[in-house]
């Protein structure tokens, strides 16, 4: 289980004032629970996403993982404690094959899920001559492949092509019912909200209403 207990992130304005990115976030998110953030561009979204992985350090406030408080662990630290975070724009790794990243993962059979050809990329180097698409889903295979117990995906549906998002749909669906992890999904596609738990509205840094999509 994920706790979020009044989580703040400020940071400072071109003038020296405080400018408030979230402000008093709290949340849970159950086990096995699937759970997808919406609202405006620039209401916090992926900022609160970065926090739960520990990639901006949070000024105030709490985060639990499984009873662990993990508000001061590092990436690494979390990322052992079973928490993965796919970016919104992918890492590219120049003299890294997609083989060795998904060796480091756990398999290259999560290729052919996100609608690649494992044969055609496996010996690929994650670089420039990838497209953002093909980064993208290469990077969510390897999260696949982890079977990590907090799954974080940000705009997971970002320079993908319609026939490979409605096979990330099913990937989605076939996680959520065979995987035990947790699922956080940040988008504004109506097909992900379809397929939530839960639905949490963020804007202005705060969460404005949550519940099921009805």
Partial sequence: MLEIKHLSYQVEGESGEELGILNDVSLTVADHQFVVITGPNGG????????????????????????????????TQRARLGVSYGFQQPPRFKGLRVRDLLALAAGSEKLTRVGLC???????????????????????????????????????EAGIDLWSFSNLIQVFEHLHEKINGSIIIISHQERILDIADRIIVLADGRIQTQGTRD
Avoid: C, H, Q
């Avoid at 900022?47 to 350090?57: H, Q, W, Y």
């Avoid at 000024?59 to 639990?64: Q, S």
């Fill in 44 to 75: 916090g979204k992926t900022t609160l996403a970065k926090a739960i992985m520990g990639l901006v350090r949070p000024t105030g406030g709490t985060i639990a993982w499984n009873g662990t408080d993990i508000t001061g662990l590092d990436i």
């Fill in 118 to 156: 494992a044969a055609d990329y496996i010996d690929r180097e994650v670089d420039a001559s990838l497209s953002g698409g093909e980064v993208k889903r290469i990077e969510i295979a390897t999260i696949l492949a982890r079977k990590s117990g907090l799954m974080i995906f940000d705009e997971p």
